[in-house]
């Protein structure tokens, strides 16, 4: 249609950042469907739609104009990303993972006539689109370093802020899944901190599996964070999801030197296998046994068979180290119900070291702001589909929710808390 724009403003955002849709140059009333889909490393699509009916001045603005149908509805200009789904057709249990932070997640719109499924839209069931788009978002700032690590076993990346700092240090980790995740990483690296990306199994020479951990292995990355020249000495952070949660409150019990932990959805002990400090082995709280879970069609929901025996749980009142732990109600691979038995252990003069937040509705995978959601996923170790819960909307809030916290509890107990301690020193 002649004098059709599509805007987006800003042109190209870190991802942790909202965008403003609007179209322009339609008929009044007209319905339309914006189309949005980003392809991922590995050729998989995923995709959302928004059916919309035009102003009386012809337009759309996503910010204000209501989505009749789609995958997301009513008013939210970030809708056509956090409500993205895999594409029709594609295998069951697919994740939108970055996998290369140093290229953007490019999200292509279109604007049709009409309104249109999902489904049809993905086939080419549609006419031409009336107008295209495309938005570059980043996870890694241009002038956030990327340099992979190889210090003796130490595995990962680090990522560093443009200039000589030092800047506050954060390991950064995930789950079973295995391998190394580094979008999280570079993403608050852009925010300006130091952060290591850490793999523990499944990545290059690494061990193949998690069983039989070796907990020297982390004590060697926090020191070689702890020592590295562009980063804060005296006082680190973790950031991590699921296994890697639980590993980073074990760590800290044994890492005086860790002053904070963002913990989303970790168990409050050790499960599956044990950990090894050279003659020491520290037993797990609960096995690996399929039997007890529940077996669905979305897949395995091991919400069932945990530990709520609070003298198996971590000791981590007994350090000074400050927690954000961040819990989705409906999460189908902890029991939510852990975390708060968690904050009953801390002695009433140390309940101010651990702050609950729980999201009603949210699922397991609380991930930066507007990853769409991911209710379950293919983990290679089960061989199967493995059921994450949450649903689209309440997750979407979570996950952007819970961004504003993490920021503002890293910033505080690791930047605002180290020039604390430089003052004193000074007195």
Aim: neutral net charge.
């Amino acid at each position: 249609m002649e004098g059709m724009k599509l805007s987006v403003h800003p042109h190209e955002v870190m991802v942790d950042e909202r965008v403003s849709v609007q179209v322009s140059g339609l008929a009044a009333n007209q319905r339309v469907t914006v189309y949005s889909s980003i392809k991922s490393g590995k050729g998989e699509v995923f995709a959302s739609c928004g059916c919309y009916q035009a102003e009386k001045d012809g337009t759309v603005d996503l910010e204000r104009t209501p989505a009749l149908s789609g995958t997301y509805t009513g008013t939210d200009g970030m809708g056509f990303i956090w409500s993205m789904r895999p594409a029709p057709g594609q295998r069951s249990g697919l994740r939108l993972v970055q996998t290369d932070v140093t290229k953007p997640q490019l999200v292509n719109i279109s604007i049709h006539s009409g309104h249109h499924s999902l489904s049809d839209l993905c086939k080419g069931h549609s006419n031409p689109p009336l107008v295209t788009g495309v938005l570059p978002r980043w996870y890694k700032s241009c002038d956030v370093s990327r340099i992979p690590v190889t210090s003796g076993r130490l595995r990962g990346t680090l990522f560093l802020p443009k200039g000589p700092g030092p800047f506050p240090g954060l390991i950064d980790m995930y789950g079973t899944g295995g391998g190394i995740m580094e979008y999280r990483a570079a993403l608050l690296a852009s925010r300006g901190f130091a952060v290591l990306a850490l793999p523990f199994f499944g990545y290059q020479d690494l061990q193949k599996s998690f069983s039989d951990l070796d907990l020297n292995y982390f004590k060697e990355a926090v020191t070689f964070l702890d020592t590295h020249t562009h980063v804060q000495s005296g006082g680190l952070g973790i950031i991590a999801i699921s296994k890697g949660a639980e590993l980073g409150q074990f760590i800290a019990i044994h890492c005086p030197v860790i002053k904070a932990i963002v913990s989303i959805n970790g168990m409050p002990y050790l499960s599956f296998s044990p950990i090894h400090d050279g003659h020491i082995t520290y037993p797990n709280a609960i096995e690996l046994d399929l039997a007890l879970y529940d077996h669905t069609e979305e897949g395995i929901c091991s919400k069932t068979g945990h530990c709520f025996d609070t003298s198996k749980f971590f000791k981590v009142w007994e350090s000074d180290v400050k927690i954000l732990s961040i819990i989705g109600s409906d999460d189908m691979n902890v029991h939510p119900d852990l975390h708060q038995l968690q904050v009953g252990c801390f002695p009433a003069h140390k309940q101010n070291n651990i702050e609950l937040v729980v999201y009603e509705g949210a699922g397991h995978l609380i991930e930066p702001p507007f990853s769409p959601h991911c209710r379950a996923s293919y983990i290679k170790m089960l061989g199967t589909n493995l059921v994450w819960g949450g649903n689209p909307v309440d997750h979407a809030y979570a996950q952007e929710d819970s961004w504003r916290r993490i920021l503002h509890f890293l910033n505080k107990h690791l930047r605002e808390g180290h020039r604390k301690e430089g003052i004193k020193s000074l007195l």
